[in-house]
């Protein structure tokens, strides 16, 4: 199999695949995606038969931006992996990721978010869980939240603009890591999406000014859908529930995937309404020392050095021992010297590093394994990666 770059005169064949994997061609968000954005703004890797030159497999690389840790990071988007079913079964997905994170590298990347249908397919490739959300479905009559304040006011819109939005979404980058940049062009191509799958918008104000945002559709099943909810206070996000609830005419179930860190369920009245954690979105890294080359640690951290294996079956050059070392401030890498005092798979080291769970927590979990158990080892790495709450709410 030869791995390159889709051309112009391969999109057939790409949208053949995708039809048959994914949306169908007469499907609004097919032709939308094909017609106004694939090949336009993304990149497609596709991998072709060495005999006969047909599409074998192929994934999509969508560009994205996120403030990880604080600083932005270019964080391709992998997208539409699907292999020709007659090439189903030929272990054809580990060298078409191969080829794709080594041409990212070139690229100055070091990290690739997926969402994955089934985790299992991506994990044996290093691919881990880095975002969760907290999600509600239960009876929208059932919803039991304090009555927002008379100050609050609600909007409804079902054509929008992202002016009504942009303000409130950044302020997520407050309390949140590893959010997506939205510029002027996510924006647009998630509202033109929005459209074509005629979500509707409630916005909350409190006099003149936005206080947050709802998107939502009320589906066949007669469930009311929060698409995304972004309130910068509890009322808001009491006053959007109140609105839900409103519709029982013509919705009879809530479903809500909220941000991992949600609270709404303590207002709930019934104990069994309060939801489950769901594993969301995966990323890897595919560049460690790179990664770690350009991390700031936080402020008082204390000084420390401790010693890695990384492990990485599918890129050779990514495997090796590195020694950490924080020094006023500063951090310091000194590679292949050293006896471990840790292993870690790629996969682990990329939710370490996005702060989805700290060292302490991996090792507990038996995803890090300790040469020798060491508490100045767990309590150094804990304070040079603090945990953090990841949000993220893209879908292609």
């Not at 990347?109 to 509600?136: N, R, T």
């Not at 995803?367 to 990666?385: G, K, Q, S, V």
Request: charged share 20%; proline share 5%.
């Amino acid at each position: 199999m030869k791995c390159r770059i889709v051309t112009e005169a391969e999109l057939p064949e790409v949208m053949a695949l995708w039809d048959y994997c994914f949306e169908k061609k007469e499907d609004p968000f097919f032709q939308f995606y094909f017609r106004d954005y694939c090949l336009r703004h993304n990149l497609i890797l596709g991998g072709f038969s060495e005999e006969d030159g047909h599409l074998q497999n192929m994934m999509h690389l969508n560009p994205y931006s996120i403030l990880l840790r604080g600083q932005e990071e270019r964080v391709p988007y992998i997208v539409g992996v699907a292999t020709d079913p007659a090439d189903r079964g030929k272990k054809l997905t580990g060298p078409l990721l191969q080829s794709a994170f080594r041409m990212l590298q070139k690229k100055g990347c070091c990290f690739s978010l997926l969402m994955p249908v089934h985790a299992g397919i991506y994990q044996k490739y290093d691919f881990a869980f880095c975002y969760q959300k907290h999600v509600y479905e239960m009876p929208l009559s059932e919803i039991t939240v304090p009555v927002p304040s008379g100050n609050l006011r609600l909007e409804h819109y079902s054509k929008y603009d992202s002016e009504l939005f942009e303000d409130i979404y950044m302020a997520l980058a407050d309390g949140y890591n590893g959010l997506p940049i939205r510029n002027d062009f996510h924006w647009q191509k998630l509202l033109n999406v929005h459209q074509l799958e005629k979500l509707q918008a409630a916005v909350a104000y409190h006099g003149e000014e936005p206080r947050g945002y709802m998107f939502y559709e009320i589906d066949s099943n007669k469930v009311f859908r929060i698409q995304e909810m972004v309130s910068l206070t509890p009322d808001a996000r009491w006053a959007f529930l109140q609105y839900a609830k409103g519709h029982l005419s013509s919705a009879d179930t809530l479903y809500w995937e909220a941000a991992e860190d949600d609270l709404t369920y303590l207002d709930f009245a019934d104990a069994d309404r309060t939801g489950r954690i769901k594993p969301f979105m995966m990323a890897r890294c595919f560049d460690a020392l790179q990664a770690l080359s350009r991390y700031e640690i936080p402020e008082n951290c204390p000084d420390g050095q401790a010693t890695v294996l990384l492990q990485d079956n599918l890129l050779e050059e990514n495997n090796g021992v590195v020694t950490v070392t924080a020094d006023s401030g500063s951090l310091y890498l000194q590679k292949g010297s050293g006896i471990p005092d840790a292993t870690l798979s790629m996969g682990t080291f990329t939710q370490l590093y996005f702060g989805a769970y700290t060292f302490s927590q991996l090792v507990e979990a038996g995803r890090i394994r300790m040469n020798t158990y060491a508490p100045e080892t767990l309590a150094f790495f804990d304070a040079l990666f603090p945990k953090c709450v990841n949000f993220i709410n893209e879908y292609f």
